[in-house]
């Protein structure tokens, strides 16, 4: 079969963040490609990418393998949250399971600069730990998913961002603010100051949107209680951007793994 005469090939990405956006966008346009983006459905109204949206969950692995092989699939991309633990997982089980190649998006973390003050946790429990030996009034940005690890802290007070409105368990003394990033350091400096924050709570989510936060943190002299990622799961190959990710996906089109 010519190429001319060559179906597109399948890409799906596991989507959700800035990153598979940005791929979606680049690899979109070209006719040699059909892309199709898979989104959790966990928010409300998520910005949709280039080509073809799905919405929901394939359920489990297995799902997810049956999925490749019926839709023809012959690359898949998670560019999910770097916390995203078990969509990751499932994806890697499928991927070997319809014999589909299997590429980690994965931006680089944060590093700590010169005047910060991080506490390097491996969980929310954690985090929640550690959080009375540091302070009173607490920024809590690791999204409203998990609230209920910090619920019973009631001897302290959270404000609370995410882009949706969060569900109980949740802490009992507790302010949400309703928005999305990208944030401004000006910004995130205010919101310190006017709710006199002195503790900081993130996930080492690596994002640029999000990353003034750390600066502002640094700058009051705010303690920053960091939970570390978890690893991409193990033989998965891992690109840090999607420039990387369309390179990978031009070396498996034109060699001896493409179908």
């Known amino acids: 079969m010519s190429d001319a005469a060559r179906p597109p090939r399948h890409v799906l990405i596991l989507g959700g963040t800035t990153e598979a956006r940005r791929l979606a966008a680049a690899l979109a ?5 059909r892309v199709t983006n898979s989104l959790a459905g966990r928010v409300a109204a998520p910005r949709l990418p280039a080509g073809e949206v799905r919405i929901g969950g394939f359920g489990g692995p297995d799902g997810l393998a049956r999925w490749l092989r019926a839709h023809a699939v012959d690359a898949l991309i998670d560019a999910t949250h770097p916390f995203a633990g078990t969509i990751s997982q499932n994806a890697a089980r499928a991927a070997a399971t319809a014999h589909v190649p299997l590429l980690a998006l994965r931006r680089p973390g944060w590093v700590p600069g010169p005047g910060d003050a991080w ?3 491996t969980s ?9 030996a540091l302070g009173t009034r607490i920024f809590l940005t690791t999204g409203r998913m998990g609230l209920a690890h910090f619920a019973h802290l009631a001897d302290l007070w959270f404000l609370v961002r995410s882009v949706d409105a969060p569900e109980p ?5 507790m302010t949400t603010v309703l928005d999305r990033g990208p944030f401004t350091l000006d910004g995130e400096r205010e919101l310190l100051r006017t709710h006199r924050i002195d503790v900081l709570v993130t996930k080492d989510s690596g994002a640029a949107a999000t990353a003034p936060k750390l600066t502002a943190a640094r700058k009051a002299g705010i303690p920053v209680v960091v939970v570390q990622r978890p690893s991409a799961p193990e033989g998965i190959p891992v690109a840090p951007g999607p420039d990387e990710a369309v390179e990978w996906l031009a070396r498996l089109f034109s060699g001896a793994g493409a179908r």
């Open 124 to 132: 929310l429990d954690e985090a929640a730990a550690a959080l009375p």
């Open 29 to 33: 346009p070209d006719p040699s490609l």
């Open 169 to 173: 368990p949740y802490p009992p003394r």
């Open 119 to 121: 506490h390097r946790v």
